[in-house]
């Protein structure tokens, strides 16, 4: 961890500080108003599931929508237009968690079967995308509240995305997110690396444990009064989005979002907003060990590599390019090299 020799209100910081008020964040109004449309969109979802229940015969039913994504985490960057409901799905008598075997065993997926049948992943995207699809809309389409313009998108999963117009052209996107919920545990149709669409090849029949709700936990509760982890970690994600130079595009938000989970865990030193030069130091060098090591692993089950799927040679680029600007001997390279757009 970063350790000053004294502390002072640095350059650094004070960089930092404007940086997160151009460019990070947006206004309390903006947010109440976005927040508002997306509960009035909620509330006509919940309605439309309950009457889908009643008419479907579905191997399972609908529990409560949940609040998933950075918008619900307070980490939500720029603006706010993008919001993600993960709509629990609870499975008949019958259906069982079955973890993998042989050489289909992977951390992290499952299998979820009824004696010899498996509920495949398949299966829900095509029910998404028909009946989900063409009821949701249609339901609210008929009870659309004055001022508010719906569409639909595709997200290229089995999600339902709702474009959104509100509030004089204001735009935002709505996702609903299928996922089992079984016991306290969901699992999302996060597609298994060796999936391929063989009929004998079972991995495209596996579900993916998701740890949205742990992680929504820890990032709600992380900071205390005045302290900055959550402004440290969306300042990353700004530079992600805007920074012309930068080469963390080929990350994920995700993979920043784990690294602050990481790094919350480690005694990296006071987290008061006077230090937050220092710690976002440390938030950089927590990614830089990553990247150099070429793996990340999954923050609740250590057996999930994050970086499966990315090129190695552009982890490695991205690990010598960042190196360089936060092990720089200029004094300013962080400023020079990440502050800017």
């Known amino acids: 961890m970063y350790r000053p020799t004294s502390h002072r209100d640095s350059r650094l910081s004070l960089k930092l500080r404007q940086y997160y008020k151009e460019y990070a964040t947006f206004s309390d109004y903006e947010n109440e108003e976005a927040n508002k449309t997306v509960e009035e969109i909620e509330n006509l979802i919940k309605n439309c599931l309950e009457d889908i229940e009643k008419e479907e015969d579905l191997p399972y039913t609908f529990g409560n929508l949940l609040h998933q994504g950075s918008s619900y985490e307070g980490l939500k960057v720029m603006k706010p237009d993008e ?42 995207k095509q029910t998404f995308q028909s009946i989900l699809q063409r009821k949701v809309i249609n339901y609210i389409m008929r009870n659309i509240i004055t001022g508010i313009t719906l569409g639909v998108g595709s997200s ?51 579900w993916r444990e998701s740890f949205s709700e742990n992680e929504k936990h820890i990032i709600k509760t992380m900071d205390r009064s005045n302290e900055c982890r959550k402004k440290c970690l969306k300042i990353l994600k700004t530079i992600r989005i805007v920074n012309p130079c930068t080469q963390l595009r080929c990350l994920s938000s995700y993979h920043l979002k784990t ?18 030069d220092n710690r976002f130091r440390d938030l950089l060098l927590i990614l830089i060990e990553f990247l150099n090591r070429g793996s990340m692993e ?26 360089k600007i936060v092990y720089s001997n200029r004094p300013n390279a962080i400023i020079k090299k990440l502050l800017c757009r």
């Open 83 to 124: 919001f993600d409901l993960m709509l629990p799905l609870v499975m008949k008598p019958g259906w069982k968690i079955k973890k993998p075997y042989g050489r289909y065993k992977t951390p992290g997926f499952v299998f979820i079967k009824k004696k010899q049948i498996y509920f495949s992943p398949t299966a829900i």
């Open 156 to 206: 290229g999963g089995p999600a339902l995305t709702l474009n959104v117009c509100y509030d004089d052209n204001l735009k935002m996107s709505i996702d609903i997110v299928p996922a089992i919920s079984r016991k306290g545990r969901l699992f999302v149709t996060k597609r298994h690396p060796n999936a391929t669409d063989k009929k004998q090849d079972l991995y495209h029949k596996m």
């Open 298 to 323: 999954n923050f609740f089950e250590p057996g999930i590599d994050l970086f499966a799927g990315i090129s190695k040679k552009g982890i490695r680029s991205t690990g010598r390019w960042l190196s």
């Open 259 to 276: 690294c602050m989970l990481y790094l919350n865990k480690k005694n990296a030193g006071p987290w008061n907003e006077a230090y937050i």
